[in-house]
């Protein structure tokens, strides 16, 4: 072993590289596992995917299945899960999707409100927003490989909803869908973006996130500030990244992996040999989690809400499926330069001493949620204009209460 | 040696050989960005049809288009009042802008804007392709009181009326589905006898 180490060194300097990197201080706080969930599930998912790629069939053509002609991706996907550990490994990938997007909206909700967007990481929340929006592309283009009947009607809604974009739709949807859906250019296309495309710009953007961290790094806990004070100030506190901090995040990498093979093992999704083939009908169902809350919007939406604008047709679609998710990413970029700071900021906030940011997003959660909601109107039994005024109820009533709560309570304090 | 601008001189002269060669540099850039543009045309595959385009003629049978029955003809007599089934004509199943929903309700139960004479026995039948995000629709028995069932696309809840012309009654449909002429045949079949009276599949 330090043969080979002192091999390495005299031709990569490796003492040297650990002096000046591996020794940089990792400032701790648990809630700094969550981007790293998202890290490791991204890595469980390319793993499990490059397993998934070498047995998938990127191809619509019509092939025999146990007597049935089906999509040859669909027949593809259907023997996946008939190999030894197949299925599981199919499992695997999906909840590491659903774990990744969870945990980047966690690690985006922590950043929120401790406040750890301002001066100087803008760039990074930035950077942080489109890892989130590639995330989700992501698992979009995921959904149309396995080529079933829910593949198909899912896919077919986000073409209508690429197409009723004002000026560009007709072009754009025949981009991003390589001509009209369905038609055999789709999966072929979709199959380049979600194995090559999209995980090479996420590559990208996680390496410039990481980084930009590196360079400005962590948000420090405030308590940091009066231990720094006593030691007589110190820079960071934290722990250095070679050992202690490799220790944490591959006991931490190996956690993630157990509970997501047993989700795998014991939670079942998208059972493709449930939905079967692309067929006429279209049957009840709804998107993974993530997508409930355009989903949700979409349902809302008044249908005689159709009007043009610079020549442009703004209807229904237009609105559900194109401003609404636009104008949210909007929102959530604007939120380092709404509230900014004149100083570099290195400590994190207390919520709960921020009254008008943290009611803010307390609103906007639960504006979210509502409209998550709103996808189940159908269950509910509640008619779209109820349910509008419910959410838009609710989201003001959380909004002004946790402000008025939150204002009382630094009253209290003494602010 | 030829004496050149140095940066600093060089601004009340006009232009400087630094400046010179960053404008160069830009436009070059631009050019062979722009020229990659052209690109994406070639990506985006031109239109094959525009947009839905149905293949329905009259005279061609309906034909059940899922469950163990697909393909075959659909007689009169296997539905009663307040039944609905996915219909596609005769061997022309393969293009989903000739799915229509074929359904049976009492005849007098029409009320305007119902073209009551593309209508026969009760049988009334309608694009199946949901004018929202182009969703399949489906049919809400009501089995208490059969007139009163709906259609309803399950993708956002868009609600049609089928009485009613398949006037959108709830839901962000922006219209109303077509509806297309269908007859009962001498021997029991069904066939249709016009052409879709309005736009079909999603209006985008």
């Known amino acids: 072993m330090s043969m080979i180490f002192k091999w390495l060194d005299e031709r990569l300097e490796l003492k040297?590289?650990?002096?000046?990197?591996?020794?940089?201080?990792?400032?701790?706080?648990?809630?700094?596992?969550?981007?790293?969930?998202?890290?490791?599930?991204?890595?469980?998912?390319?793993?499990?995917?490059?397993?998934?790629?070498?047995?998938?069939?990127?191809?619509?053509?019509?092939?025999?299945?146990?007597?049935?002609?089906?999509?040859?991706?669909?027949?593809?996907?259907?023997?996946?899960?008939?190999?030894?550990?197949?299925?599981?490994?199919?499992?695997?990938?999906?909840?590491?999707?659903?774990?990744?997007i969870a945990a980047i909206l966690a690690h985006l909700l922590r950043v929120y409100f401790t406040s750890s967007y301002r001066k100087?990481?803008?760039?990074?929340?930035?950077?942080?927003?489109?890892?989130?929006?590639?995330?989700?592309?992501?698992?979009?283009?995921?959904?149309?490989?396995?080529?079933?009947?829910?593949?198909?009607?899912?896919?077919?809604?986000?073409?209508?909803?690429?197409?009723?974009?004002?000026?560009?739709?007709?072009?754009?949807?025949?981009?991003?869908?390589?001509?009209?859906?369905?038609?055999?250019?789709?999966?072929?296309?979709?199959?380049?973006?979600?194995?090559?495309?999209?995980?090479?710009?996420?590559?990208?953007?996680?390496?410039?996130?990481?980084?930009?961290?590196?360079?400005q790094k962590h948000t420090e806990p405030r308590t940091n500030r009066e231990r720094k004070e006593a030691q007589g100030g110190r820079r960071l506190i934290g722990i250095p990244i070679w050992p202690e901090q490799a220790v944490i995040s591959l006991s931490y990498f190996l956690f993630l992996l157990f509970v997501t093979v047993l989700m795998a093992s014991y939670i079942p999704l998208n059972p493709i040999e449930t939905?079967?083939?692309?067929?006429?009908?279209?049957?009840?169902?709804?998107?993974?989690?993530?997508?409930?809350?355009?989903?949700?919007?979409?349902?809302?939406?008044?249908?005689?809400?159709?009007?043009?604008?610079?020549?442009?047709?703004?209807?229904?679609?237009?609105?559900?499926g194109v401003i609404f998710p636009a104008l949210n990413f909007l929102a959530y970029a604007l939120v380092p330069f709404f509230d900014g700071a004149k100083d570099p900021q290195h400590y994190m906030e207390n919520p709960l001493h921020r009254p008008f940011m943290t009611s803010l997003g307390v609103g906007a959660i639960i504006f979210l949620c509502m409209m998550a909601v709103a996808g189940y109107i159908d269950v509910l039994h509640i008619t779209p204009k109820a349910m509008t005024a419910y959410a838009l109820v609710t989201t003001a009533a959380a909004w002004g209460i946790s402000y008025v709560l939150l204002r009382w309570y630094n009253r209290k304090r003494g602010l | 040696m030829v004496e050149g601008n140095s940066g600093k001189e060089g601004v009340n002269k006009g232009i400087t050989r630094r400046r010179f060669t960053l404008g160069v540099l830009i436009a070059s850039l631009a050019g062979a960005f722009g020229s990659l543009l052209t690109m994406l045309?070639?990506?985006?595959?031109?239109?094959?049809?525009?947009?839905?385009?149905?293949?329905?003629?009259?005279?061609?049978?309906?034909?059940?288009?899922?469950?163990?029955?697909?393909?075959?003809?659909?007689?009169?007599?296997?539905?009663?009042?307040?039944?609905?089934?996915?219909?596609?004509?005769?061997?022309?199943?393969?293009?989903?802008?000739?799915?229509?929903?074929?359904?049976?309700?009492?005849?007098?139960?029409?009320?305007?804007?119902?073209?009551?004479?593309?209508?026969?026995?009760?049988?009334?039948?309608?694009s199946a392709i949901c004018t929202h995000l182009g969703c399949t629709v489906s049919w809400a028995a009501n089995a208490a009181s059969p007139d009163a069932s709906f259609t309803e696309c399950r993708c956002h809840n868009s609600i049609f009326n089928p009485a009613e012309g398949a006037k959108v009654v709830g839901g962000p449909a922006p219209i109303p589905l077509s509806q297309i002429g269908v007859k009962v045949r001498q021997d029991g079949m069904l066939a249709f006898t016009s052409d879709f009276n309005g736009p079909i599949g999603p209006q985008v």
């Open chain 1, 16 to 100: 040297k590289f650990k002096e000046k990197f591996l020794s940089k201080t990792f400032p701790t706080h648990p809630t700094f596992l969550l981007g790293e969930t998202a890290l490791f599930s991204f890595i469980t998912l390319a793993a499990t995917g490059i397993f998934l790629g070498f047995l998938y069939e990127p191809s619509t053509r019509m092939v025999s299945l146990f007597g049935a002609m089906v999509p040859a991706a669909y027949a593809s996907v259907v023997r996946i899960d008939l190999l030894p550990m197949g299925l599981i490994v199919r499992r695997i990938h999906h909840w590491s999707a659903m774990i990744m």
């Open chain 1, 120 to 215: 100087p990481r803008e760039i990074n929340w930035l950077v942080g927003l489109s890892l989130w929006g590639m995330a989700m592309i992501a698992a979009f283009t995921g959904y149309l490989l396995p080529y079933s009947q829910f593949s198909v009607t899912a896919t077919s809604i986000a073409y209508y909803m690429a197409k009723s974009m004002p000026w560009i739709g007709d072009w754009a949807a025949r981009l991003l869908f390589a001509g009209d859906f369905p038609s055999e250019g789709t999966v072929p296309r979709f199959f380049f973006m979600h194995v090559m495309l999209i995980p090479g710009t996420l590559i990208g953007l996680i390496s410039l996130h990481m980084l930009i961290l590196i360079k």
């Open chain 1, 275 to 320: 939905y079967g083939p692309p067929s006429p009908g279209t049957p009840v169902m709804r998107p993974d989690w993530y997508f409930l809350v355009v989903y949700g919007f979409l349902k809302l939406v008044p249908g005689d809400l159709v009007f043009t604008l610079l020549g442009g047709k703004i209807t229904p679609e237009t609105i559900g």
């Open chain 2, 41 to 126: 045309k070639v990506l985006a595959p031109e239109k094959k049809g525009a947009g839905y385009a149905t293949t329905i003629q009259p005279g061609d049978v309906l034909v059940y288009a899922q469950g163990n029955s697909a393909g075959a003809s659909i007689m009169a007599s296997a539905m009663k009042a307040g039944d609905a089934v996915l219909a596609y004509p005769s061997g022309k199943t393969s293009n989903p802008a000739n799915l229509v929903q074929l359904i049976k309700l009492d005849e007098k139960a029409f009320k305007p804007p119902t073209d009551v004479a593309l209508t026969d026995q009760g049988f009334v039948a309608y």
